[in-house]
């Protein structure tokens, strides 16, 4: 019985791992005579597709954490998406509530990746570390945005119109980012607050889906 | 024939397994007993079941100088088991290099019950609370990596999490987990309160009276049968000019938060001295003295429970005392299983 068991498991495994759907992230970078981007890491989850009939595909165990040290980490393979007339994808930037109550996870979402606060239990939603450079004198800005606690939740979601199943690239434009902030006059956010939610709200922004 | 055999052997077996699930299921569920009368826990154990191992793990992770820096700080370091496993006669805590901290150490008494942890509850998962003194610089001064490099260098460490985990690999949830079964096992519900309550002890006149007293003038806050519940008050404490500890509104940037503290347990509190999230009360009579005429009622934010003076005479103060006194649990304090334990 257990061995017939397997045998389906392992057969549907291979038979929807055939549909893979790709979602790819691009980061565009400032221009670096202004800044330059030393730490970038971002939790995409809750990666959802919506068909033109109507239907949803939710990922299961939806965590991922994008890293700039690993450019793999940019794209994401979805498992499993039906094959259907592709209407929009969601997503949130950054961890829902449930999940920064929820006690110790693994994978993307373990407290090793530097993505958590001891102190004030919570996930980074996105890291943003570098510096900046004016009237020819360098300086350091970092980024550390979360919270999840009302008022100053951090977590974005966001949904985007597309019409290709089977790649969808996302822009991340941190030059646009950059510009969009004053860094001079706020280049450290390293917890919750007012200024984590503009950060949050900027951020948000600045993503894009690509059409080709 | 031969085809029969088998079948029956498979019959058999699959039993087997089915039949010593069950009584391990069993056993893991009497490793936490919730006393009688009490509420649930707030602690999910489906996500963490307990196990002998994972607990006697857990155990020897507590009491293990390995996991900070320099090998000189354990968790026991700030949590001695015969004064509730709090830092007695210290008002905030050192660590690691003799560092001070900012923050009186909380006792580790029936955490299944707390929803938040730390004085500001800035801690919102039980599983979540040792990577604090474990990276803070005043008390373990470690990086989470060094941690679980120290315990995979250990062929025993490995082992106990093998027969904890089923998984030789020390990840962080599995350290996690471990270090919380042990934690969250930390049950005191066997003082003499608690006898007279199951009637199997009777309090003398004085505790009586000073039970009457507590019901009046304490219970709301410091409820029973936990003596605590899962809120912030502010009792008035003016603001400590050295730390200058705003409490909860660190976490919350809340304004009305301003001078909230988490409601700490009374549970052995003859034992836990001193006293408030900056230990600035060293005597429980100190405390009983504040509370009695101390506080001063224009304080923001002030608790709605502590609006007006006690008027306590000297005789309700001697009685009061008396029923704090009856909260201490000496099962608890005493019990090898929560007591010092390594590697065997």
Same mark, same amino acid.
């Given at each position: 019985?257990k061995f017939? !068991?397997t045998? +389906?498991i392992?057969?549907?495994t291979?038979?929807l791992n055939?549909?893979q759907?790709e979602?790819?992230?691009?980061l565009v !970078?400032?221009?670096?005579?202004n800044?330059?981007?030393?730490t970038f890491r971002c939790y995409?989850s809750?990666? +959802?597709f919506?068909?033109?009939?109507?239907d949803?595909?939710?990922?299961?165990?939806s965590?991922?954490?994008?890293?700039l040290?690993?450019?793999?980490?940019?794209?994401i393979t979805?498992?499993?998406?039906?094959?259907k007339?592709l209407a929009?994808?969601?997503f949130n930037?950054?961890?829902?509530?449930?999940?920064?109550?929820?006690?110790i996870?693994?994978?993307?979402?373990?407290?090793i990746?530097g993505?958590y606060?001891?102190w004030?239990?919570g996930?980074i939603?996105?890291k943003?570390e570098?510096?900046f450079?004016m009237e020819?004198?360098?300086n350091?800005?970092?980024?550390?945005?979360?919270?999840?606690l009302a008022?100053?939740?951090?977590?974005r979601?966001?949904?985007y119109?597309?019409?290709?199943?089977?790649a969808i690239?996302?822009t991340?434009d !941190?030059?646009?980012f950059m510009?969009?902030?004053d860094?001079?006059?706020m280049p450290v956010v390293m917890?919750?607050?007012n200024n984590?939610v503009?950060l949050?709200?900027?951020?948000v922004s600045?993503?894009h889906v690509?059409e080709k | 024939?031969?085809?029969?055999n088998? &079948?029956?052997l498979?019959?058999?077996?699959?039993?087997g %397994?089915?039949?010593l699930?069950f009584i391990?299921?069993?056993?893991e569920?009497?490793?936490?007993?919730v006393?009688a009368?009490?509420?649930e826990?707030?602690y999910?154990?489906?996500?963490n079941?307990?196990?002998?191992?994972?607990?006697?793990l857990?155990? %020897?992770?507590?009491y293990?100088?390995g996991i #900070?820096? /320099?090998k000189?700080?354990?968790?026991?370091?700030c949590?001695l088991?015969?004064t509730?496993f709090?830092?007695v006669?210290?008002?905030v805590?050192h660590? %690691?290099?003799?560092?001070?901290?900012t923050r009186?150490?909380?006792?580790?008494i029936?955490?299944?019950?707390n929803s938040t942890?730390h004085w500001?509850g800035?801690?919102?998962?039980?599983?979540m609370?040792?990577?604090?003194?474990?990276q803070?610089?005043?008390?373990m001064?470690n990086?989470?990596q060094?941690?679980?490099d120290?315990?995979n260098?250990s062929l025993?460490?490995?082992a106990?999490f093998f027969d904890?985990?089923?998984? #030789?690999?020390v990840?962080t949830?599995?350290f996690?987990k471990?270090?919380?079964?042990?934690?969250?096992?930390?049950?005191?519900?066997?003082s003499?309160? /608690?006898?007279v309550?199951r009637g199997?002890e009777?309090f003398?006149t004085?505790?009586?009276n000073?039970?009457?007293?507590?019901?009046?003038h304490c219970?709301?806050c410091?409820?029973?049968?936990?003596?605590? &519940?899962n809120?912030f008050?502010s009792n008035g404490?003016p &603001?400590d000019?050295?730390?200058?500890?705003?409490?909860r509104f660190a976490?919350t940037?809340?304004p009305? /938060?301003?001078?909230?503290?988490?409601?700490?347990t009374?549970?052995n &509190?003859?034992?836990t001295?001193?006293?408030m999230h900056?230990?600035r009360f060293?005597?429980?009579k100190?405390v009983?003295?504040?509370y009695?005429d101390?506080?001063?009622h224009q304080?923001?934010?002030? #608790?709605?429970?502590?609006?007006r003076?006690l008027?306590?005479s000297?005789?309700?103060?001697k009685d009061l005392?008396?029923?704090?006194y009856?909260l201490?649990?000496?099962?608890?304090?005493?019990?090898?299983r929560y #007591?010092?334990?390594?590697i065997?």
């Open positions: 019985m017939v !068991l045998f +389906c392992l057969l549907s291979i038979v055939a549909q759907t979602v790819s992230f691009k !970078l400032p221009d670096s005579n800044f330059v981007i030393k995409i809750e990666i +959802c919506k068909y033109a009939n109507g949803e595909f939710k990922e299961q165990n965590f991922h954490l994008l890293d040290e690993k450019p793999e980490s940019f794209q979805i498992s499993g998406a039906p094959k007339e929009s994808i969601s930037i950054g961890t829902d509530s449930l999940t920064n109550v929820t006690g996870m693994d994978g993307d979402l373990d407290p990746k993505m606060w001891t004030n239990s996930y939603n996105f943003i570098g510096d450079i020819s004198q360098t350091n800005f970092e980024y550390h945005v979360g919270g999840y008022p100053f939740q951090t977590v979601k966001v949904e119109n597309t019409i290709h199943p089977e690239v996302i991340i !941190l030059s646009d510009n969009k902030i860094v001079s006059e917890s919750p607050g984590a503009v949050a709200d900027k951020f600045v993503f690509e | 024939m031969w085809k029969k088998n &079948i029956q498979l019959l058999i077996t699959v039993v %397994i089915f039949f699930s391990r299921s069993k056993s569920q009497s490793l936490f007993i006393p009368k009490w509420p826990p707030v999910d154990f489906s996500k079941k307990l196990s002998k191992e994972g607990f006697e857990g155990r %020897i992770l507590f293990d100088p #900070s820096r /320099d000189t700080i354990s968790c026991a370091s949590h088991q015969y509730g709090t830092h006669d210290h008002n805590s660590g %690691i290099e003799d560092r001070k901290g009186n150490s909380p006792v580790l029936n955490l299944a019950w942890f500001d800035g801690v919102n998962h039980l599983e609370q040792p990577l604090n003194p474990i803070h610089q005043a008390e001064d990086k989470l060094n941690v679980l120290y315990l260098g025993k460490y490995k106990l904890a985990f089923g998984d #030789s690999t990840n949830k599995n996690l471990a270090m919380t079964q042990f934690t969250v096992s930390l049950v005191s519900s066997n003499k309160y /608690d006898k309550m199997e009777k003398t004085q505790e009586k000073g039970h009457k007293l507590f019901k009046q219970n709301s410091h409820k029973a049968p936990l003596f605590n &519940i809120s008050k404490l &603001i000019s050295v730390y200058k500890d705003v409490g976490i940037h809340v009305s /938060d301003s001078m909230l503290f988490r409601v700490p009374l549970r &509190i003859q034992h001295m001193p006293y900056d230990g060293k005597k429980l100190d009983l003295e504040y009695n101390g506080i001063d304080t923001r934010y002030l #608790s709605t429970e502590l609006r003076d008027n306590l000297d005789n309700d103060k005392l008396a029923f704090l009856s201490t649990d000496y099962t608890f304090l005493y019990d090898k #007591s010092y334990s390594k065997p």
